[in-house]
């Protein structure tokens, strides 16, 4: 934000065209201030209100990504837009072959890092599930005596 103070320094200024500059400076400076100290009581309180609301939006955006059919439509028609332009630029497509080719070698490696990572997140998945009680198919199939 304090990156682009002379844009809204200047965005302020057109919309306020019978105020002096050094007011519109002064109101502009008093918001940005504003909004920063906002944001830092936003991520040192976990029990703000703008959080509360923030992780309510969030949660609900995520039901309707799983639910809504008008989600569903726009997020295809994100995709199919987004596969056409990349589909246009052989750019893309050299830089897809060059990311598969950097995976492969990777894996084919006896240090490979995708792996390392790979199997230290199944471990500590298998860790939560396990202090968490959850089982697997199996483990529930061997308990019911199949």
Same mark, same amino acid.
């Given at each position: 934000?304090?990156?682009?103070?002379?844009?809204?320094?200047?965005? &302020?200024?057109?919309?306020?065209?019978?105020?002096? %500059?050094?007011?519109?400076?002064?109101?502009?400076?008093?918001?940005?201030? %504003?909004?920063?100290?906002?944001?830092?009581?936003?991520?040192?309180?976990?029990?703000?209100?703008?959080?509360?609301? &923030?992780?309510?939006?969030?949660?609900?955006?995520?039901?309707?990504?799983?639910?809504?059919?008008?989600? /569903?439509?726009?997020?295809?028609?994100?995709?199919?837009?987004?596969?056409?332009?990349?589909?246009?630029?052989?750019?893309?497509?050299?830089?897809?072959?060059?990311?598969?080719?950097?995976?492969?070698?990777?894996?084919?490696?006896? /240090?490979?890092?995708?792996?390392?990572?790979?199997?230290?997140?199944?471990?500590? %998945?298998?860790?939560?599930?396990?202090?968490?009680? @959850?089982? @697997?198919?199996?483990? /529930?199939?061997?308990?019911? %005596?199949?």
């Amino acid at each position: 934000m304090t990156e682009n103070r002379g844009l809204i320094e200047a965005k &302020f200024s057109e919309a306020s065209k019978y105020t002096p %500059g050094f007011f519109d400076k002064y109101v502009v400076n008093r918001f940005e201030e %504003g909004v920063i100290a906002l944001l830092h009581e936003v991520a040192n309180s976990p029990q703000h209100e703008v959080r509360a609301r &923030f992780n309510e939006a969030i949660a609900e955006f995520v039901i309707n990504l799983k639910t809504s059919p008008e989600f /569903r439509q726009r997020g295809e028609t994100l995709k199919r837009d987004l596969l056409a332009h990349l589909s246009q630029d052989e750019r893309y497509y050299q830089l897809w072959i060059e990311i598969r080719d950097r995976i492969l070698n990777d894996l084919a490696s006896e /240090r490979s890092i995708l792996r390392e990572h790979l199997s230290g997140a199944l471990m500590a %998945g298998g860790c939560t599930a396990a202090r968490h009680g @959850t089982t @697997t198919k199996t483990q /529930r199939m061997d308990a019911a %005596g199949n």
